[in-house]
């Protein structure tokens, strides 16, 4: 009995975050359009609804009644794989993410965890399953035969494992301080106000890891593989109908994830700011801090222009890498002279 | 190289909390400007008809020759335009005809809105260009 008890619990645990990540990732398309309409001085979608809310069902069903189009000269499986690949791997990162801390069910003695599945190599998982989002932009690129298409997916590529180093070694430095991969133990780490917050102990793993994670998601200034105009669209260029809203809703489920993994490991979680706060619910505080970093997210989008493909690879290998092994370097120093 | 990034996001930032300059287009106008040439219209006179003679000045001055004019005069010996028809779908809203009219029944209107399914939709004829007068106070 108990079991089943622990199995629909997961059930709805999953179902409750799918959808709610789901209804994110649509209101997200809104408010980045929203924002950045208001950066360049104008109203952004306003017509569908109040304030333009219905804007994101809307589109759906734009893109719905789209026609579905494979060309010709494209590896059919591949070709409908792709965005497959790219969203399972967005959305799968949410099942290691702790929202909150544990609730019980009034009436009962049944402890609700607010975390789908509490891995114990959770960060390993994360990293593994946000590069396989790339294989999603890569074979997308590759298998629809198109010069624009390959090419986006080959920078793509290598943007991704640029990057991706660079990411990696900066979240070792939070490694080190935690001293466990399991994100429930690093939160609870950064617990009892925001003056123990990772941020504070690696600010520079931080910033290094915002700049990394929006080349990893290929957002605004790294968005090389969609660059609009050199390749025309990029990897998603032969795209049409669901495909492509499943491509465009990979890449904003996994701006949310991103962000989610910010606030985890650098922000306290769902510990509040400082703990007299503590009766506002965990949720609250992961949505709300969640929030700053899309926020910040779209906000740096409207600011600041694309860069080069050279300038990109420089930063990445020249800079960032450094950066990050220099960070590592003194965590490491510091963390074993204070025993 | 950091300070710069930050001094953008400033101005975007400050630009996001400004109020928008857009204007809604259908439900706001901006009025158009005091030369603005629009849809012609005819002055009346005090009986309530057109001013024009059908002396067709703007008929030959007109460069698109989008006017046409048939003459006729009334029972006092006054000519008056029999059928005159303007087709607003060849006008180049020159303004040539309202210079040229002699007697000030023709001007060029403030209104710019107009849209028909077909060609056909755009012939004004006189009334249609008496009607157009109650756009153009």
């Given at each position: ?12 645990k ?84 702790p929202?909150g801390n544990q609730f ?7 402890v609700v965890k607010l975390r789908?599945?509490d ?65 429930t ?155 | ?137």
């Amino acid at each position: 009995m108990e079991l089943f008890y622990l199995l629909i619990e997961i059930i709805v645990k999953c179902v409750v975050v799918f959808a709610g990540l789901m209804i994110v990732v649509a209101y997200l398309t809104w408010l980045e359009r929203k924002v950045l309409g208001h950066i360049q001085v104008r109203y952004g979608p306003n017509r569908c609804g109040p304030f333009g809310l219905l804007q994101p069902f809307s589109d759906a069903v734009k893109a719905f009644f789209k026609e579905d189009l494979v060309p010709g000269k494209a590896d059919k499986a591949v070709f409908v794989m792709a965005p497959m690949i790219s969203i399972i791997a967005a959305i799968s990162i949410f099942a290691v993410i702790p929202f909150g801390n544990q609730f019980t069910i009034p009436g009962t003695n049944w402890v609700v965890k607010l975390r789908i599945a509490d891995v114990d190599v959770a960060l390993l998982y994360i990293f593994g399953v946000a590069s396989l989002g790339e294989f999603g932009i890569i074979l997308g690129g590759w298998s629809s035969g198109n010069k624009y298409g390959l090419t986006g997916s080959l920078r793509a590529a290598a943007q991704m494992i640029s990057y991706e180093v660079a990411l990696g070694i900066a979240v070792i430095g939070v490694l080190i301080l935690s001293q466990s991969l399991r994100l429930t133990e690093i939160v609870r780490l950064q617990g009892g106000g925001f003056w123990n917050w990772n941020i504070w102990y690696q600010p520079v793993a931080f910033v290094l890891y915002l700049i990394c994670g929006l080349a990893e998601i290929n957002r605004t200034p790294f968005d090389m593989p969609e660059a609009e105009a050199e390749l025309a669209c990029g990897f998603n260029i032969e795209y049409s109908s669901m495909k492509f809203a499943l491509f465009f809703m990979a890449e904003y489920a996994h701006m949310v994830t991103m962000g989610a993994v910010a606030v985890t490991l650098f922000m306290g979680g769902w510990q509040p700011i400082i703990p007299q706060l503590g009766f506002i619910p965990g949720v609250v505080w992961f949505c709300g801090k969640l929030f700053v970093f899309l926020f910040f997210f779209i906000w740096q989008r409207g600011t600041f222009p694309r860069l080069r493909y050279d300038q990109i690879m420089k930063l990445g290998w020249k800079i960032l890498i450094p950066l990050a092994l220099i960070n590592l370097v003194i965590t490491g120093l510091v963390v074993s002279l204070k025993g | 190289m950091i300070i710069p990034l930050l001094k953008g996001l400033k101005v975007t930032l400050r630009y996001f909390f400004s109020k928008p300059i857009t204007v809604q287009y259908p439900e706001e106008k901006i009025p158009p400007a005091p030369r603005w040439r629009g849809i012609q219209y005819f002055e009346k006179d005090e009986r309530g008809k057109t001013k024009c003679v059908a002396c067709g000045l703007c008929m030959i001055v007109c460069p698109s020759q989008c006017i046409y004019i048939e003459t006729a005069e009334d029972e006092e010996g006054k000519r008056y335009p029999l059928t005159y028809e303007l087709d607003a779908g060849r006008c180049i809203f020159c303004g040539f005809c309202e210079e040229a009219c002699p007697v000030k029944a023709i001007f060029m209107g403030k209104n710019y809105e107009w849209v028909e399914g077909d060609r056909k939709g755009y012939i004004m004829t006189t009334e249609k260009l008496l009607e157009e007068k109650k756009v153009n106070p």
